[in-house]
């Protein structure tokens, strides 16, 4: 049994109130396979106390939806590869543990919610606030609505537009999660009308109608290029990990993936303020102006900025993938978001060797790609069951 204090963070984890904090302890105490074990039994007891603890039909049929739900938003988590390890875990041992073991009791008696869950691979999804998740179809124009039918916004060509509404006059504050997995773009114009173009890999929670008093507060996981609509009174804040990125009216690039040492913000119009929001690192805020990359180390937690040339930071929006000095272990990374692939390097003496390339995913095929390599720079490799190797 873990002791006292993990076993109140994994409480508190399952009944989804742990903080970003409790987040970072749990995730060093599983790096321990033994720990690791512990966390996995943990899931395996909660779903099946859940389920067994329970005798009323109809109270049954309710966790019978709760459990497809909660499998649909970890499935999803597994997919899009980016959240954290600890979730990563629960994720498996949900799906590998209790949906197993429901099923060896006939709890499930159809198959119609797992054909649902597994169309939503390798689809642009919305995570609806209830933790249903509806997949996008991004041919064709047709209605978005919510799980009472009120309509929210359009697709149209590929994109999510919500109905435009300046603020909420009150109500409840709702939030969705667009999820983009590797090998897709997509864009979104929220209800303010500020335009998102998210990157491969990339997350969005944000609120389907802001509210009528504060900040415009979204949640970043990955990269995305923002277009910001102006509002003196409602500045527009994104949330990237421990990064707080605070504009009026502005258009600026933000990577956040969870793999990167770094959280970056390159800014090509107006102005933008960033923060670390890490408690005990807590800084004045550093001011961008156009032209500059401003940058959140994420183990020394320290701000930084430079000036760039905003063109290789914001080309993924036309298709392109402009490499300058680019490490090779920062190229595989971008190649297996942009192709969805999964490449193995085997050769330790590329990992740091830097390389220039301008790779254009929508016209050449990984296999184009990996023969300029060769081609350019000797680099071997071979294709071994849906996975490539780097020799």
Request: proline share 3%; aromatic share 12%.
């Amino acid at each position: 049994m873990p002791n006292p204090e993990i076993e109140y963070l994994l409480v508190k984890y399952l009944s989804k109130d742990a903080n970003s904090i409790e987040l970072d302890i749990l995730n060093k105490w599983i790096e321990d396979p033994e720990n690791e074990k512990v966390f996995r039994e943990f899931i395996k007891t909660h779903y099946a106390i859940i389920l067994y603890m329970n005798n009323d039909q109809d109270q049954n049929n309710d966790i019978k939806k709760y459990l497809i739900k909660e499998i649909r938003k970890d499935k999803n988590v597994i997919y899009h590869r980016r959240f954290r390890k600890l979730m990563a875990y629960a994720a498996m041992a949900i799906l590998f543990f209790a949906v197993g073991y429901l099923f060896e009791y006939n709890v499930f008696s159809g198959k119609e919610d797992f054909t649902k869950v597994s169309k939503t691979e390798g689809a642009v999804t919305i995570q609806m606030e209830n933790g249903d998740i509806k997949t996008i179809d991004t041919e064709g124009e047709y209605p978005v609505t919510d799980d009472n039918g009120k309509r929210l916004g359009t697709i149209r060509n590929g994109k999510l537009m919500y109905t435009k509404k300046d603020f909420s006059g009150g109500k409840k504050i709702v939030y969705n999660t667009l999820n983009v997995p590797n090998g897709k773009r997509f864009d979104i114009v929220l209800s303010d009308g500020t335009h998102v173009f998210l990157n491969s890999g990339s997350s969005l929670k944000y609120p389907v109608v802001f509210p009528e008093n504060g900040k415009r507060k979204v949640y970043l996981e990955g990269e995305a290029f923002f277009d910001v609509t102006h509002h003196r009174e409602h500045p527009f804040v994104v949330r990237a990990q421990n990064l707080h990125v605070e504009v009026l009216g502005t258009t600026f690039n933000l990577s956040n993936y969870s793999e990167d040492d770094d959280t970056s913000v390159v800014l090509v119009n107006g102005a933008v303020s960033l923060s670390s929001s890490t408690p005990g690192y807590e800084q004045e805020k550093l001011l961008l102006q156009p032209g500059y990359k401003g940058i959140l180390n994420k183990q020394s937690k320290q701000l930084s900025r430079s000036r760039v040339n905003t063109a290789l930071y914001t080309s993924w929006m036309k298709g392109e993938i402009i490499l300058r000095h680019e490490s090779f272990d920062n190229i595989v990374e971008k190649l297996e978001r942009y192709y969805n692939v999964n490449i193995i390097n085997n050769n330790d003496s590329l990992k740091y060797e830097k390389f220039n390339a301008t790779i254009k995913p929508g016209e050449e095929s990984i296999e184009q790609v990996l023969r300029y390599f060769n081609a350019a720079y000797k680099i071997n490799y071979e294709i071994i069951e849906n996975r490539i190797v780097i020799n």
